[in-house]
Every structure is written in structure tokens, then in C-alpha cells.
């Protein structure tokens, strides 16, 4: 069902699990501001200590040896690296802390995914105006040079930025997510923009100065829900889809992806909209300047972020406010045969997946993909026989084997969400995505595995066998 060399893996983000915040000559990034900050985090938790991988690192290799993963992705923190954002100043505790993350997996045959940003600007940088300012693009550029000049001769795999739909939505818009902004209907739109452009100035640079001597390969993670129409049989409903895909996963798939450029629906809502309140200001969604490296083909494989599923209906009159919500004009629901998931965002449509899959090959010329996330989190109690979740992980895997085998999706590797317990953003440790659950009550942090880990372990000694088998049949 699996191809041999098929990427099992499994994923955490730097500011989820590492803590030491402030150590070793570390700066502050967005995320330490936010969560000093009082009330905008469950019980205002933070990451200052969360699982301590950066000091308990070999605890969270004996998990990725106990799952038996063929790659584990992680992030880098960039103000670990570089404290105030730029190469004026490298923390050399910093670069020694991942060279021996990536040394230790290499020497057990686990191969590295490197995210350079996972929601954690340097404060510094927001201080100059942070992703709203353009000067962003070549900043982005100029690290990622460095991590890829630094780390690139053992890092084959990398991912620019980490989903910039949650960034700019859940930072700029919504206000819920560090910087904790709530620009409505503006700086979203400008955030996303900057990121495509730091995106694609990374990719150039990669492909220009690094590919040839490191032949590695380059992507942003793009998360995406799966949408369909809450009534097949309405027209209505059915251009809501459209809609509603065009705004998440179009508004970064396209430019990278299909035409260099945004969706034509999302370019016509936004200017409807902005008459429609008379809004005075510069066109609310950017366009891609032609003096600038292009946007179009700056993707090396596709990588998807996927968590859950919509049905979509118009949505009708919108109020007189400006925002992504009223420029989308589409409403997503679940559906009450989906079980939801700990967190109430979260509802367990496993064929969503799959059909997710094949949407990305039909409309995007079947490129190579990786599922870069994909998880469920148990909220409350918790428990260690959580069977249910190992229930929903082989149900998930068996739609991506069905998405390979029947529907030609070129699916490269699937990374679960997430290796450990680990601080979940607004919602802190009362929200749990782990194979492995962390004790954050102790100073110890201690890793004891779920049977959703075990099962997981199981699942991918399974398949690499059978690949294994499969090999020597047609050898
Ligand atoms: C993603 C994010 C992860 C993790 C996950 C679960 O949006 O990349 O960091 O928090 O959601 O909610």
C-alpha cells in the first residue's frame, strides 16, 4: 500500500516544546511577548519551560526510536539562532543545540524536516513592523541563507513557513495568536502577502546558491481543510465551496502553485466588498510586483497541513464590517456524523483526506506530497488508552493508502501531530496532540507513551515490512 521509501514521520514546532526561553543568549520572540502578556493564554500558560526539549532533547529521540519514524520535523527557533532576527549576532548555543538534534537523528537513520518559521518571529523584528512591513521578504531571505549554509549539508528537507493562513488569520485578524492583532479585513491580506514573497526569495536562494551542492528540496506548509457543499444539489452552496477553498488553501496554493497569482475569487470579492463599504485605502489584497523573483513554481513538493472538514453553505448578507469572514462569504459547518475531537474545530472526517488528495492532484497537476501535519488532541481527562484517537490515525493512514493505490495521489510521507504534549498556542496545555503525553506537573517532564503511539509504531512496522516484501516480489 506504501512505497518503501515512504516517509513515516511525526512533527513539533520550537516554541511548542522546547522552553528555555531565555536560554543560552536566546531572544524574545512574538510568542514569549504574548504569553507574558495577561489573559490572551489559557491559565496565561507559556512556553517558557513546556515539554524542555531543549534540555531533555535524547528523552524526545527515544520516543522518534520507539515509533520507529523514518523522519521527524521539527522547527527551528530563529531567535535562538539569531537573537534579534538578523546574522549581525549568531548564538552559537543555539546553532550547537539543532546540529546536535539533526547529528543524533542522522546517526539513527531518522531524516530531519526543517520548518525555519513556526509562528515565532524575533521581537526584535516585530518591533520593526514584523511581517506587515515588506522588509520582511529579504530579512526571511537572509536567514534562511543561514540555516541552509549552516544545516543544509544534512538537511535535505526544509519548509520555509509554517501554515500562513494561521498566521496571518489567527495573528492579524482575529487577534487570538501572537502578535495578537485584530486589523480586520487589512493587515491578513498584507501578512499572507510578505510571507508568499519571504517564501519565494528562500526558494530562489536555495535553488540558486545551494540545490546543486546540497540537493535538497524546498516548500511552505499550506493547512487546508476539506470543504464540500452542505447541499450537493445547490448552485449556491456549490460556489460556496469554491469560496471557501479559494480563501484558505488557494490564497497560497495559487500563487505558488498554479498562476503566480491570487484566486480570481478571492481578487473580485475583496474589491466588491471594499466598494461595497467604501473603503478608501490601497487595494486591501496586494499584487505580486513583476520587478520581484516570481512566486509561481517556488515549491519543490506540496506540503499539507491537514486537520478537518466542512460543509459549506452561502452565507447571505454579511453586515457592514470589512473581514476575511465577509469577503469569503461562506460558512463552514460540520457534519453530525463526524465525531468531533477534543477541541470543538476539530471533527474526524478521515475521507476528507483522502479527497483532499486528489483535489490537490487534479487541480494542481499532481505535484509530490507531503502530509506535513494531521492529528487529534484529547482535552480534559487524560487518558493513555486513548484508543479512540489510535482508531482515527489508522482510519487517516488507510485513506492516504487509498489516496496512493486507487486514486494515483503521489503521497510521499505523513507526519503525525504530534510527537509529544506540547504547548497548543491560545489553548496551553489543557489541549493535548501527543503520541507521547508529557507530565507537565513535574520538573521532569516525563514521556510515557499513549496506545495511540503504540499503535502508530505498529502501523508503520507494518507497512515498511510489507513494503519491504513487496520490493523483493518484484525484484
Ligand atoms: C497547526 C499548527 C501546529 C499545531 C496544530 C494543532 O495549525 O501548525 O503548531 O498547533 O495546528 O492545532
Redo the contacts with the bound molecule.
Sequence with gaps: MFPGNFAWGA???AY?IEGGWDADGKGPSIWDTFCHGKGRVFEDQSGDVSCNSYQLWEEDLGCILQLGLTHYRLSFSWARLLPDGTTRHVNKKGVQYYEKVIDDLLANNVLPMVTLY??DLPQALQDQGGWKSSEMAGIFDTYAKFCFRTFGDRVKLWITI??PY?CAKMGYEDGLFAPGLKEQGVSAYIVGHNMLRAHARAWHSYDTLYRATQGGAVSL?I?SDWAEPLDPASSEDMAATQRYLAFTFGWFAWPVFLTGDYPGVMRSNVERRSKEQGYQGRPRLPTFSEDEPSVLGTADFFAL?Y?TSRKVKARGACGGMLSLDSDRDAEGVTDASWPVCG?SW?AVFPEGLRNLLRYIKDTLNGPEIYIT?N?F?QVGLVDLEDVQRAGYYLDTIQEVGKAIQEDGVDVRGYFA??LLD?F??A?GYS?R?GLFHVDFSGAEQKRSSYVSGKEYAKTIAKYRTQAGTDDLTTE
Design positions: 512533527a513539533t514546532a511548542q513556526h509562528f509554517n501554515e494561521v506548509a493547512n497541513n486537520y477541541v476539530l501535519e492529528g488532541s501531530w504530534s506540547n497548543e498556542w489553548s489541549v496532540f
